[in-house]
């Protein structure tokens, strides 16, 4: 069973890290070439900025359930951290819960967005893209960061001294 | 529905969830509680307030600092500040501020200007038994010039929801940010020479000119930018993006300190830590359009205008409201939300839009170290394992100087709009 969740995690890290470079790397070239063919060709991409905007996004949440995972969302620990020991544990878990039920309600509403696209065939302006493929990161990257922040929670509350 | 909205979110701010999805969640709840939008407008929000060009530049700057940083910059520009102010009294700490105001103007967020500067400076300083509370406060102090000296993130934030021109912004950043930079450092000179901390041996000039022609590559990047942006070359987002490209170019076969291998560790980096700025914008346009709704930004624009019709106190009357938002408040959250209640009041008043936009971002960057909350003291501590209170005892003679600053930038306009009225 550990074996199993230590091979997904794996799986998943892998995924998130081939998506970020993927996205980011194709991201600052796609934006290069727009400004190179400005000044040395004289002409103007058409489907860049359209490109790059979509990139980004997906980028964004890749980039978000990877943040999710090392903790990185910032919240205000101020008053947390003034919480008796055993209020503090129940933090970890009630934050935990919450950062979960976001991601899950996010899923479903932003799923409901690309299901009513996906009917209209509603296609880019400029690389006439189906647009679904766009928005397809906001419920993608909402259920992986479900997932990081379950994981994230886990840790942060064996780590405060387990199940006393 | 107001009160649910606000109450949610403290209740989740308090209980230390994320800001992004404290925002998300108080606004759900406050749309089924109203039933005012259909809530599929969430979904769309969400996707629709980051699908913007503009707001490209955020993860630009944020993968162009960290190439920065990993290139062997930060170093490079720590020896040149070294060889200016080194010798002086307390010149480490002196440094730092330096140090922290040259990186300020290739980064734009203040979390990774305290940590590019901060690793290197505060064990340096705690070796030359500088006082660890001291230094940890003099870090924390000069990590929020990062947001001001540009390029800088809030600033981008604040230009694409206000519609005001973000290359105006950042070039009437620069001289709050060197007179903040200049604040700062008397403020630590004063209390090293009253500790006795002495400085370096004094530099000479040809090792000045060695640190400077070693520097010189990062100290450009600025001037790429800002220049490239004036002289309608190109976009503050291609600008970002030139700086990445820059960056790549300098890390990888100038200084030869990057290698190929580093750059996913680098997009794995600058994606989270703009995925949580994007996130909190994306979250936070929920929230706005909601207030925008129920017509709040109006009412508060009513209850300031009654207040008072002297634009003098309304600045003031601003300014206060800000710091205190600024302590607990995410700069970008804070400025997509108070942002359009603020603005047209200020316009009304006749203040200029650039002026109110750096008012704004220096006193949520202020913010950063007001105690108790302040979140620069919070990275600096972590840095340094000192209690809150340890560095909140050292910090104040550096956040008296920054209000005292922000009332000069406040009521000395021309110190903002002198330069981008020259350029424009």
Sequence with gaps: ??????????????????????????????????????????????????????????????????????????????????????????????????SVLFCIIIFFLSAKVVGAIYKTGQVSPAMEMPMYWAYLAVPAGSIMMAVRFLQATVIKWKKEGGNA | MTTVLFGIFAILVILNVPIAASLALASITAIVASKSVPLIVVGQKLFASIDSFPLMAIPFFMIAGNLMEKGGISKRLIAFANSIIGSLSGGLALVTILASMFFAAISGSSPATVAAIGSIMIPAMVRQG???????????????????????????????????????????????????????MLVAYIISWKNGYSGDKKASVSEVAKAFKESILALLMPVIILGGIYGGIFTPTEAANVAVVYGLIVGLFVYKELKWSDIPEILKNSAISSALVMLIISTASVFGLLLTREAIPA???????????????????????????????????????????????????????????????????????????GVNLFVACGLTNLTIEQVVKSNWFYLFASLFTLGLVTYFPALTMWLPKLLM
């Excluded at chain 1, 933090?91 to 819960?97: C, H, K, P, Q, S």
């Excluded at chain 2, 006082?131 to 981008?156: E, H, L, N, R, W």
């Excluded at chain 2, 604040?158 to 005001?164: D, I, K, M, R, W």
């Excluded at chain 2, 209850?303 to 409201?321: D, E, K, Q, R, S």
Aim: with cysteine; proline share 5%; hydrophobic share 55%.
């Design chain 2, 130 to 184: 500088y006082d660890k509370s001291f230094a940890t406060a003099t870090q924390a102090s000069a990590g929020y010039i990062g947001v001001i000296i540009p390029p800088s993130i809030p600033m981008v934030t604040f230009g694409v929801v206000t519609g005001t021109s973000i290359g105006g912004l950042f070039m009437a950043g620069f001289i709050p940010g060197a007179l903040f930079g200049l604040a700062l």
């Design chain 2, 299 to 373: 009412q508060i624009a009513e209850i300031f205008l009654g207040l008072t019709a002297n634009p003098m106190v309304l600045l003031l009357l601003i300014n206060v409201m800000l710091l205190v938002v600024g302590t607990f408040m995410e700069t970008n959250a804070a400025i997509i939300i108070l942002a359009p209640i603020f603005f047209p009041v200020c316009q009304q008043m006749g203040i200029d839009p650039i002026h109110f936009g750096i008012i704004m971002v220096v006193n949520l960057a202020i913010g950063m170290i007001t105690p108790p909350l």
């Design chain 1, 1 to 98: 069973m550990e074996m199993q969740e230590a091979k997904f995690f794996r799986c998943l890290t892998r995924f998130e890290m081939a998506g970020v470079t993927v996205t980011l790397g194709l991201m600052t070239v796609v934006v290069f070439l727009q400004v190179f063919f400005r000044f040395v060709i004289k002409g103007s991409l058409p489907w860049s900025e359209e490109l790059s905007r979509y990139l980004m996004i997906w980028a964004v949440f890749f980039g978000a359930s990877m943040g999710a995972k090392s903790g990185a969302h910032i919240g205000v620990e101020a008053f947390t951290r003034l919480f008796p020991r055993s209020a503090r544990k129940a933090a970890i878990l009630i934050a935990g819960f919450f």
